[in-house]
């Protein structure tokens, strides 16, 4: 590694590593060892050749959970710039706290990574023209101003 960047390296040791997956994989399991672990301490565990199974399990879990179909709410339909600026309420008196807070209130409703697939091309809408919304109003407060 050495003579390496950084970055080519840090791929050498990610391919070292997905290799050693596979070949555990292959054998029919994990098959690393513990620091501190004398061998024959930790038993293999189906669990652990059966990782896959968790994540099946999830994803199953998830279905279950919207077994309904998906109806957009309301407030998501809304992605104008002047429906978003209503629903933030910027007034002439805000600071950067009270817009640091309506951001995060924002954010908690509207955040892509918060709601189902179908509607994070709107939250993402939304989120942009808030944050746009927002900025600008920060950049208002920030500015200074000259007085003669």
Same mark, same amino acid.
């Given at each position: ?47 652990? *050749? @059966?990782?896959? &199974?968790?994540?099946? +399990?999830?994803? %199953? =879990? ?7 179909? !998906? ?13 978003? *600026? @209503?629903?933030? &309420?910027?007034?002439? +008196?805000?600071? %950067? =706290? ?7 209130? !924002? ?25 746009? =919304? ?15």
């Amino acid at each position: 590694m050495f003579g390496m960047s950084v970055f080519h390296s840090v791929l050498e040791r990610l391919k070292a590593e997905q290799a050693e997956e596979l070949t555990n994989e292959a054998r029919g399991g994990w098959r690393g060892t513990v620091i501190g672990a004398a061998p024959g301490f930790i038993a293999e565990s189906s669990a652990w *050749a @059966s990782r896959g &199974a968790v994540e099946q +399990a999830y994803r %199953a =879990l998830a279905a279950d959970e919207r077994s309904e179909p !998906f109806s957009m709410p309301d407030y998501l339909k809304r992605t104008s710039l002047a429906e978003v *600026a @209503s629903e933030l &309420a910027l007034g002439e +008196a805000e600071t %950067a =706290l009270t817009l640091a807070a309506k951001r995060r209130r !924002f954010a908690a409703a509207n955040h892509p990574d918060r709601l189902p697939v179908e509607a994070r091309l709107n939250a993402t809408l939304r989120m942009k023209l808030a944050n746009m =919304l927002i900025d600008e109003a920060l950049r208002r407060i920030e500015k200074p101003t000259v007085t003669g």
